[in-house]
């Protein structure tokens, strides 16, 4: 033991105690010595034997063993006749150090079973008479000598097993057939036997004198809790959706953030990477979109409402729940339509003495850049092609000669390739946890240091999560403390990282970006700026910000079985910009930012949310009845406030204001608190009862009523009240009885409905409000100051979701199986959409009830665990569906809406927000197809050009043709994660994906040339119809402005819709676990290395996107158009881990 | 915890906004704000036989010019609702005025008639692109939007020269506002809208005599020629004698910056996306008052630049032009293939795909960034003379007189000497109504005037069809070697309105839709 910090741990073991209660009485104040160690100082009956003997008895050793420690020994007289003298001298050594050391040259060996040690011989004999010698301090009576055997459930001999005479020191242990002899008082006596992993069992002895004894293998006895809105309940009486992510899901992937983190973990909970640049959040969604307007669900970190799943260390994750239905989620009234996500953190476990755990991963990160540009010299020939095609009389721009040239001369490196590189990823965690009889602690540190893949002055994400979980009992009142400090650093170029990317890419490689003399270059496509001068020299924009999550919780059992709670929360943000924008000139021409001087601003916001609560919570027993209930009411308060300054013509070098009469301030950039500052409010009484019975029938009611200061008097109030019931099938007699109990083992089936809430609109808005804005106008060289308005809409009101769910919870092959199944229709009612307003109308969008859409759904979820005698292995499987229909429009009209090429729109029947454009029926192959196909009219199209479906039959193409195409929302959501455990070595494979998705695209990965603003085409576009391709994948080539190029590509038809189906193996890791006597010898219970990679490999139909980009905004608002693929690219990681617990 | 009764800070509602006159005035700032997208205004010079939008679609130009649009067109949707957008901003304005207390009554009246005028001229606008439009003049509700049907041309016409008549005696005159409300709607922009409105109709008498109220009197409002055709379009001189209408702006604040797109890529242009065409340059005159093709001209096909209108080389920029640059010097501008510069015209690439660029309205304050604080004129008094020379005509009235005050007076401030200026009572009506054609578009190009000419005058099918020229750059074998930019193809049986837009009617399914267009 050369690892203080294991040592103590050894020491660190516990005294008799005859309640036994695993309770310790020892107080301990601790310190952290360079970070790592724990230090702990006993009090009362040490852990540790000091002895200085010469030659003692063995007998006399034991006495004062006991003495000092208070473990008790079980020998035979006959054993100990063995025993040579000892001569030991050791200091503050653990018990089994002075046991080897007492027993070194002895014939002898001992056992420590509950504070009793037993002393055997090496080599022992079942024939010798066995006979029992009582120590010191036990009783004297007259014995009555009882043999016996221990055995399983199987009859086979259970060795080691301690047999204790109730109430006394007596006790022997069980030799390897299983039997033991022991001399007890009198008839009254009981034996308490005893053994690791089965259930402790008391057998009056009576009459008998032998015994045979069978004992019951131990079942879990710690019954699972799972989280739920305002409490915990145990798993068996969950009667709605849950599900429950465990943090062990979450580790050894090289993940950001949480968010990152839930991808695939349960089913219908749809995690959307919209961009994978540092800094940048992912959308989450659970069972779908049934609101038109934000779909984020609910985050309920620690019971405190209003928390940032990306400001969170996953390291400190103990468990998420996931609410789906109205059971679960109805406690959370107005906020829970989209769902709740309930995280909860590690706290200290009162029986923990005391771990320290590391889990750290450094990662390499390397960009996927999924397009691939032609070389330079074809893609001259292709411009020249498409100029040709659009038979406007332009002449091709390339020249046999130049293109001869451009083939001899070879390519520059493109620019999407130029300005990423590979980058490193750290994450690092250490925390310390433990606890006592009346306290425990949890205490973390984590740091993220995530690097941008692009080039140039240092770029990334650094996060600091500090967390400190403490639980205090004093008296009859518990208070769990909760602190987590976050502080994030996020450096970032100084421009728009779509606009850096689509330049880049749009950019054929016979351009280059900077030539020999370290000069940034423009072209005939970058005019004015390339996007390496402006990664490389442009400035920066600094984001420091800091994130305070507190809340105190405080318990009061006023009585037994009722609690008083009343819980504190908040969470203040406090974010901080700074940003410079330098100038940077270009060659031949172009430059970016300004050579008067450099643009330099600062933006602070803050932003408080408390979170008060006070609940009543009474449970009682009564035979099998189980009643709970709970009461409470709550307030939510946001206050946001911000401000900002400006400068231009700032120097460049310290972004200071040096040259006073130039430098001036930028009066776009302005703002102080009374412009920024926005509130809101919601008041809320909620409430809980439930009833079970025999653990087999349970009923819940739930209710929550709210008020929010974001509706107008009259529509502010809304009830949410919500029903649910579980039926455990497998627990009645006559199903233990029948044949099915041997295949499924148990079964619970379980049901709910209630109506759900939203109010994910902004504030004030049943209120028209006027705003100013500078710069309106100006006469005569006069700036005027403008004012403009938001039109109210005063009967905003409520969104609800009514919701019916049923499942089942099933178990199979003796345990080794479960499984959940879930099936759901959720109606919403006056959805909040902001609609699309005619322009007749003039003003602003605002939002609205205006429909009524329905979803329904299932889901799946296999868990198989199987650990043979050499393979462990262990499945997961989920997979959920949702789909969406609006049943009723407020007005009961379609709104249709065009957005760039296709067009949305919002009927019933259809799904929100489905795609409207024509349908392709291949080309036109000839003069004869021109003559006689469909067209649209005024458009003159040629051979290769598409040839569109004629809906009504009428002969021409126009509005009455369009089809409904898809819409973005994915289906068939699924997640796969395999662990295989061999000795120490595991594997994990995960993988995820979507089975059917229609993957609305378009811009230049879609449109070679696309509207004349990219010069590049990309591999994938080269299936394009030629007379020889005549069944081409895209129509032939045409610059933009012909009549082609409008029939091909400005018309929106089935060509922006593709199939997003995909399957990601997100995540492999290769682990290896030193074995734990091992570990223990250099101090550590846990200690394995892995090796991890993320995004290795995606399967899809479209080689040139990230299938997991999206459509939706970050609101995971619907109806925002395709999907143009401009995207920072995607990380592939490949790293190192390990995860040391001391 | 906070109350649920929440009133935002940040922010005005109904309850307090109606409270003082300075912030109803910042109400009528938006009205200004909203009075015309200047970016159209440029852009739709495209739309005309005067320039070419090579690159992109920029507001759409591209595609109406050739004949590929339909009712999707982003730019019918956007035209539409900018529109709409100010007349809710005037009708806002005008629904609330009068819940300020203690307003000063003549104040409140002029705020009004300013209000009303702007909405007159959105009108004007949308019945000009559309034809039938829906109007009202209430703040009117998101249902009525959505059921609200098309009104027609003719009374919504008639209903804006209504309301300008009953607004023009409302207004001071230009010379009564003060120095810092100078730019104000002045009686004069009211007389001036309405001679335009009567000029787009043909109403040729209504035209004389809307034109007569601001001609050689001060009365309406005090207006002449600015002496220098060149400093006219320059910032030191916005708000000139000649401003009628203008839409204003200020240097580094309230700026434009479409010219980053126009000028010649060495002075520091983006990209070219809209450039003269060889039609316009042909259009203007020698120097002598010939057209080029007249006998006697002097034209020079291989030197094509000299002794012409002197408003040519202020309008267009051509190879071998001396661009005045900001510190006083010149920079050569050379377009010619061959020139090795930045300029130089190739067929497909960002330069100029006519060989020409813009140099009328380029400000020379705006710095790297072309942002102008230059106001755009949207009448001005030169306007006024070349409607009052055309109506006359058409009454069969013009005189060497009515000549000598407008269209003579036009070209010597332009800079024409000699025999340009002179009146030939030879001149047929035909001839008269040539000459004052040509005029119009040499006094106006790239002031997106054009286009509303083409129309009103019916010739879309002729100038708006077929080929649009370039300079002399192109292979000589085709097209006597002049630069072939583009196509514009114009059918007479629908062009001639632009449909109503297709989400317009998908939102409102009372929306009917013009002929020719589904």
């Given at each position: ?267 219908s909970l749809i995690v959307q990477q919209k961009s994978f640049e540092p800094g940048q959040g992912a959308n989450i969604n659970i069972r779908g979109v049934g609101t038109l307007g934000n779909n984020d669900p609910l985050v309920v970190i620690d019971g405190i409402i209003g928390g940032d799943l990306n400001l969170l260390n996953p390291n400190d994750i103990e468990s998420i729940s996931i609410l789906k239905d109205a059971g679960t989620a109805a406690i959370y009234g107005s906020r829970s339509a989209n769902g709740v996500i309930l995280v909860t953190t590690k706290k200290g476990s009162k029986s923990d003495k005391g771990t320290v755990t590391y889990n750290g991963i450094v990662s390499a990160v390397h960009p996927h850049i999924w397009p691939k540009a032609v070389p330079g010299y074809e893609n001259m020939i292709l411009k020249n092609e498409a100029i040709i095609n659009a038979n406007t009389g332009q002449v091709p721009t390339y020249t046999p000669a130049e293109i001869q040239a451009q083939k001899d001369r070879g390519d520059y490196e493109w620019f999407l390739d130029e300005i990423l590189k590979d980058a490193i990823q750290q994450n690092h965690n250490l925390s310390i946890s433990g606890g006592k009889d009346k306290s425990t602690y949890m205490i973390s540190a984590g740091y993220m240091d995530q690097q941008s893949n692009f080039v140039g002055p240092k770029k990334g994400l650094r996060r600091y999560n500090f967390r400190m979980n403490l639980s205090n009992e004093v008296g009859k009142l518990k208070f769990t403390t909760i602190l987590a400090y976050t502080h994030t650093d996020i450096n970032d170029h100084s421009f728009n990282t779509g606009t850096l990317i689509v330049d880049a890419e749009r950019t054929p490689k016979y351009y280059q970006q900077k030539d020999s003399l370290g000069r940034y270059l423009t072209n005939d496509v970058l005019t004015e700026f390339n996007p390496l001068g402006i990664l490389e020299k442009g400035g920066y924009r600094q984001y420091d910000n800091d994130n305070i999550f507190g809340s105190i919780n405080a318990d009061l059992e006023i009585f037994k079985g009722l609690h008083l709670k009343g819980i504190f929360g908040a969470n203040l943000t406090m974010n901080h910009q700074y940003y410079k924008t330098d100038y940077v000139p270009f060659y031949p021409k172009g430059q970016y930012g300004n050579i008067a001087g450099s643009s330099t601003g600062d933006a602070n916001d803050k932003n408080l949310y408390t979170n008060p609560q006070l609940l009543l919570e009474y449970s009682k027993s009564l035979g099998q009845h189980r009643i709970t209930a709970m009461a409470g009411v709550t307030n939510e308060s946001y206050t946001g406030k911000s401000n900002k300054v400006g400068y231009k013509y700032a120097s460049p070098d310290l972004g200071l204001q040096i040259d006073t009469t130039k430098a001036s301030l930028d009066m776009n950039s302005l703002a102080t608190t009374p412009q920024t500052t926005t509130e809101n409010s919601l008041n809320s009484f909620i409430g809980r009862l439930s009833y079970s019975f025999a653990d087999k029938y349970f009923a819940e009611f739930n209710f929550r009523e709210d008020g929010s200061s974001k509706f107008a008097k009259d529509h502010r109030w809304g009830f949410f009240p919500s029903i649910s019931g579980a039926w455990r099938l497998g627990m009645e007699d006559f199903y233990a009885a ?405 | ?518």
């Amino acid at each position: 033991s050369r690892v203080f910090c294991a040592m103590r741990k050894d020491h660190y073991t516990q005294k008799p105690d005859n309640k036994g209660s695993g309770h310790l009485h020892v107080k301990f104040t601790f310190i952290i010595l360079f970070g790592c160690l724990l230090q702990i100082y006993a009090k009362g009956l040490s852990q540790t034997v000091t002895l200085s003997e010469n030659k003692a008895s063995l007998e006399s050793v034991f006495k004062k063993i006991k003495k000092q420690t208070g473990y008790g020994f079980v020998y035979t007289n006959y054993v100990l006749q063995k025993a040579n003298p000892v001569t030991v001298h050791i200091s503050n050594a653990s018990i089994e150090e002075t046991m080897e050391l007492c027993l070194k040259d002895q014939p002898l060996t001992y056992s420590i079973t509950n504070k009793m040690i037993s002393i055997s011989e090496k080599k022992p004999s079942v024939e010798a008479p066995l006979k029992t010698m009582e120590l010191a301090t036990t009783i004297t009576a007259p014995p009555i000598a009882i043999a016996g055997k221990v055995v399983d459930e199987n009859g086979a001999a259970v060795q080691g097993a301690s047999v204790v005479v109730k109430g006394t020191t007596i006790g022997v242990s069980t030799n390897e057939v299983g039997e033991f002899k022991v001399n007890v008082p009198d008839n009254k006596a009981i034996l308490v036997i005893s053994s690791v992993s089965f259930e402790t069992l008391e057998v009056p002895v009576g009459n008998q004198t032998v015994l045979r004894i069978p004992m019951r293998k131990s079942q879990e006895k710690i019954e699972e809790v799972v989280v739920v809105g305002y409490g915990t309940q145990r798993k068996v009486s969950v009667t709605g959706g849950v599900d429950v992510v465990k943090t062990q899901a979450l580790q050894g992937r090289p993940n950001v953030n949480v968010t990152q983190a839930l991808q695939g973990t349960a089913p219908s909970l749809i995690v959307q990477q919209k961009s994978f640049e540092p800094g940048q959040g992912a959308n989450i969604n659970i069972r779908g979109v049934g609101t038109l307007g934000n779909n984020d669900p609910l985050v309920v970190i620690d019971g405190i409402i209003g928390g940032d799943l990306n400001l969170l260390n996953p390291n400190d994750i103990e468990s998420i729940s996931i609410l789906k239905d109205a059971g679960t989620a109805a406690i959370y009234g107005s906020r829970s339509a989209n769902g709740v996500i309930l995280v909860t953190t590690k706290k200290g476990s009162k029986s923990d003495k005391g771990t320290v755990t590391y889990n750290g991963i450094v990662s390499a990160v390397h960009p996927h850049i999924w397009p691939k540009a032609v070389p330079g010299y074809e893609n001259m020939i292709l411009k020249n092609e498409a100029i040709i095609n659009a038979n406007t009389g332009q002449v091709p721009t390339y020249t046999p000669a130049e293109i001869q040239a451009q083939k001899d001369r070879g390519d520059y490196e493109w620019f999407l390739d130029e300005i990423l590189k590979d980058a490193i990823q750290q994450n690092h965690n250490l925390s310390i946890s433990g606890g006592k009889d009346k306290s425990t602690y949890m205490i973390s540190a984590g740091y993220m240091d995530q690097q941008s893949n692009f080039v140039g002055p240092k770029k990334g994400l650094r996060r600091y999560n500090f967390r400190m979980n403490l639980s205090n009992e004093v008296g009859k009142l518990k208070f769990t403390t909760i602190l987590a400090y976050t502080h994030t650093d996020i450096n970032d170029h100084s421009f728009n990282t779509g606009t850096l990317i689509v330049d880049a890419e749009r950019t054929p490689k016979y351009y280059q970006q900077k030539d020999s003399l370290g000069r940034y270059l423009t072209n005939d496509v970058l005019t004015e700026f390339n996007p390496l001068g402006i990664l490389e020299k442009g400035g920066y924009r600094q984001y420091d910000n800091d994130n305070i999550f507190g809340s105190i919780n405080a318990d009061l059992e006023i009585f037994k079985g009722l609690h008083l709670k009343g819980i504190f929360g908040a969470n203040l943000t406090m974010n901080h910009q700074y940003y410079k924008t330098d100038y940077v000139p270009f060659y031949p021409k172009g430059q970016y930012g300004n050579i008067a001087g450099s643009s330099t601003g600062d933006a602070n916001d803050k932003n408080l949310y408390t979170n008060p609560q006070l609940l009543l919570e009474y449970s009682k027993s009564l035979g099998q009845h189980r009643i709970t209930a709970m009461a409470g009411v709550t307030n939510e308060s946001y206050t946001g406030k911000s401000n900002k300054v400006g400068y231009k013509y700032a120097s460049p070098d310290l972004g200071l204001q040096i040259d006073t009469t130039k430098a001036s301030l930028d009066m776009n950039s302005l703002a102080t608190t009374p412009q920024t500052t926005t509130e809101n409010s919601l008041n809320s009484f909620i409430g809980r009862l439930s009833y079970s019975f025999a653990d087999k029938y349970f009923a819940e009611f739930n209710f929550r009523e709210d008020g929010s200061s974001k509706f107008a008097k009259d529509h502010r109030w809304g009830f949410f009240p919500s029903i649910s019931g579980a039926w455990r099938l497998g627990m009645e007699d006559f199903y233990a009885a029948s044949d099915i109990k041997n295949y499924i083992n148990d079964v619970k089936i379980r049901a709910s409905y209630g109506s759900l809430g939203n109010q994910n609109v902004s504030n004030y808005q049943w209120q028209t409000t006027y705003f100013t804005f500078a710069n309106a106008y100006g006469f005569n060289n006069n700036v005027v100051t403008g004012a403009g308005f938001n039109t109210a809409n005063p009967d905003l009101r409520w969104e609800v979701a009514q919701t019916f769910n049923i499942g089942a919870d099933l178990t199979f092959f003796k345990g080794k199986l479960t499984g959940s199944f879930d099936y759901f229709h959720k109606l919403t009612k006056d959805i909040l959409m902001r609609p699309p307003l005619p322009g007749t109308f003039g003003g602003g969008q605002v939002d609205f009830n205006v429909a009524s859409v329905k979803n329904r759904g299932w889901e799946v979820s296999l868990n198989y665990n199987t650990s043979g005698r050499i393979f462990r292995h262990s499945i997961n499987f989920n997979i959920g569906d949702t789909h969406n229909e609006i049943v009723k429009m407020a007005d009961g009209k379609p709104q249709i809406n065009g957005l760039e090429e296709l067009q949305v729109i919002y009927a019933e029947g259809l799904p929100i927000a489905s795609y409207v454009g024509y349908k392709r029926d291949g080309y036109f192959q000839n003069l004869n197809d021109i003559k006689n196909k469909p067209k649209f009219s005024g458009l003159d199209v040629v051979p290769g050009d598409i040839s569109y479906k004629d809906k009504n039959g009428d002969g021409v193409i126009d509005d009455q043709d369009r089809f409904v195409l898809g819409n973005p929302f994915p289906r068939y959501t699924f997640g796969f994660n395999y662990t295989l455990g061999w000795k120490g070595f595991d594997l994990g494979i995960f993988i995820q994906g979507v089975g059917k998705r229609d993957f609305a695209i378009r811009g230049e990965l879609v449109e070679p040339f696309h509207v004349n603003y990219s010069y590049v085409m990309f591999e994938h576009q080269l299936d394009y119809w030629r007379p020889d391709n005549i069944n081409a994948k895209y129509p032939r080539l045409a610059v933009g402005g012909s009549a082609s190029n409008t029939n091909n590509y400005r018309k929106g038809s089935d060509l922006y819709i593709f199939d997003g189906a995909y399957a990601r193996l997100k995540n492999v890791q290769l682990g290896y676990s030193l074995p734990s006597n091992v570990a223990r010898k250099i101090g550590m219970q846990k200690c394995r290395a892995y090796l991890t990679g993320q995004n290795l490999l995606t399967v899809t139909k479209n080689s040139f996107i990230d299938p997991e980009s999206t459509e939706f905004d970050n609101k995971l608002n619907a109806g925002n158009g395709a999907n143009s693929g401009r995207l920072y690219p995607t990380s592939v990681y490949y790293g190192f881990g390990l995860d040391l617990i001391f | 915890c906070k109350k649920l009764d929440l009133a935002p800070t940040n922010n005005y509602t109904d309850l307090n906004y109606w409270t003082s006159a300075d912030k109803a005035n910042l109400v009528l700032n938006t009205d200004y704000n909203q009075m015309t997208d200047v970016t159209n205004v440029f852009y739709n010079e495209a739309l005309s036989d005067n320039a070419y939008n090579g690159r992109g679609d920029a507001q759409g130009v591209n595609s109406i010019s050739a004949g590929i649009y339909d009712p999707a067109l982003g730019r019918l949707k956007s035209e539409w609702g900018y529109h709409y957008q100010g007349i809710k901003t005037t009708n806002v304005l005008l629904e609330n005025i009068d819940l300020v207390p203690n307003m000063d009554a003549a104040l409140k009246a002029r705020m009004i008639a300013e209000a009303r005028f702007l909405r007159a001229f959105h009108y004007f606008q949308l019945a000009t692109w559309f034809g039938d439009v829906p109007y009202f003049t209430k703040n009117i509700s998101i249902e009525e939007s959505r059921t609200i049907a098309r009104t027609p041309r003719a009374e919504v016409i008639a209903n804006v020269l209504k309301e300008l008549d009953e607004i023009e005696t409302v207004l001071p005159v230009n010379k009564q506002y003060t120095s810092k409300d100078v730019g104000r709607i002045s009686k004069g922009a009211v007389i001036a809208l309405k001679a335009r409105i009567q000029l787009y109709e043909s109403n040729w008498a209504a035209v004389v005599t809307e034109c007569e109220k601001l001609i050689s009197k001060t009365d309406n409002g005090t207006y002449g020629l600015f002496p220098s055709y060149e400093g006219l379009f320059l910032p030191q001189n916005k708000n000139s004698v000649e401003t009628i209408l203008g839409r204003g702006f200020v240097p580094l604040d309230v700026t434009h910056g479409e010219f980053i797109d126009f000028v010649p890529l060495s002075i520091g242009g983006r990209v070219n996306a809209m450039a003269p065409t060889q039609e316009l340059v042909d259009d203007y005159l020698m120097a002598n008052g010939k057209t080029i093709r007249e006998a006697g001209s002097g034209y020079d096909e291989s030197n094509p630049y000299v002794n012409r209108d002197p408003r040519l080389g202020l309008t267009i920029v051509y190879d071998n032009y001396a661009w005045k640059k900001p510190d006083g010097t010149t920079a050569t501008i050379k377009i010619k293939p061959g020139s090795n510069t930045l300029d130089e015209y190739k067929s497909g690439t960002s330069s100029s795909p006519t060989g020409y660029y813009i140099r009328k309205y380029y400000d020379p304050t705006s710095g790297s960034t072309f942002a102008s604080g230059n106001d755009v004129m949207l009448i001005r008094y030169a306007d006024v003379l070349l409607m009052y020379a055309e109506a006359k005509n058409e009454l069969g009235q013009m005189t060497g007189s009515i000549w000598g005050t407008t269209v003579g007076a036009v070209r010597q401030r332009a800079g024409f000497t000699g025999a340009a200026l002179n009146f030939n009572a030879a001149w047929s009506k035909t001839d008269m109504q040539n000459i004052i054609r040509r005029e119009r578009r040499a006094e106006f190009a790239m002031e997106g005037l054009r286009i509303f000419d083409i129309r009103r005058w019916k010739i879309a099918q002729t100038v708006l069809n077929g080929t649009v020229h370039g300079a002399k750059f192109g292979d000589s074998g085709v097209d006597n070697g002049y630069i072939i930019a583009g196509k514009r193809s114009f059918d007479p049986t629908k062009h001639y309105l632009w449909p109503v837009p297709r989400d317009e009617r998908g939102l409102n399914p009372n929306l009917s839709q013009n002929p020719g267009w589904n």
